[in-house]
């Protein structure tokens, strides 16, 4: 009887440290995701105030991070979208391994005006299951899609 006693009360202690770990996972992503957030905003605030030609970013609003990838699945970057009165003003991508802003512009991303115009002629006649934005250096961007007929999501 005692011995059982023991099986429980080991069992309720894994399951209490399980339970707490998985909490400061959960407390490391979000302060992770809170730091990308403050590093957009201090590089949106310096160059809107050191260069006139980015001075409309001042008042315009970052919108949500969006996961840039690496070809392996695993995220490298995000990209951040600038808008002002529903019109993108800009771009920057920030690389999460540096935090370093590695790329910024005036006007649409290339995500947004070339890739999607790519995807609308390449893909207009398929089902897009999943698709993912790669990120392979300055310039150098991907669209993977995987449509239903597909087995993994770089066949475009």
């Known amino acids: 009887m005692r011995i059982l006693q023991i099986k429980k009360f080991s069992i309720v202690i894994i399951l209490i440290i399980l339970m707490f770990c998985s909490l400061l996972n ?3 992503a979000s302060t992770d995701n809170m730091n990308v957030i403050k590093i957009a905003k201090n590089f949106v605030d310096t160059i809107s105030s050191k260069h006139e030609h980015f001075s409309d970013w001042k008042i315009s609003v970052i919108c949500e991070p969006v996961p840039l990838y690496k070809e392996n699945g695993k995220i490298r970057a995000y990209l951040f979208h600038l808008r002002k009165s529903k019109e993108t003003v800009g771009y920057f991508i920030l ?16 995500y947004q005006s070339t890739l999607k115009r ?21 310039s150098y961007y991907i669209l993977g899609v995987k449509t239903s007929k597909d087995k993994n999501i770089f066949n475009s």
């Open 26 to 28: 959960f407390s490391y």
């Open 95 to 110: 690389d999460i391994k540096t935090l370093n802003v590695v790329e910024f512009a005036r006007g649409e991303s290339p």
């Open 118 to 138: 790519f995807k609308i002629e390449k893909f207009k006649d398929k089902k897009i299951e999943k698709e993912m934005l790669v990120y392979a250096g300055p």
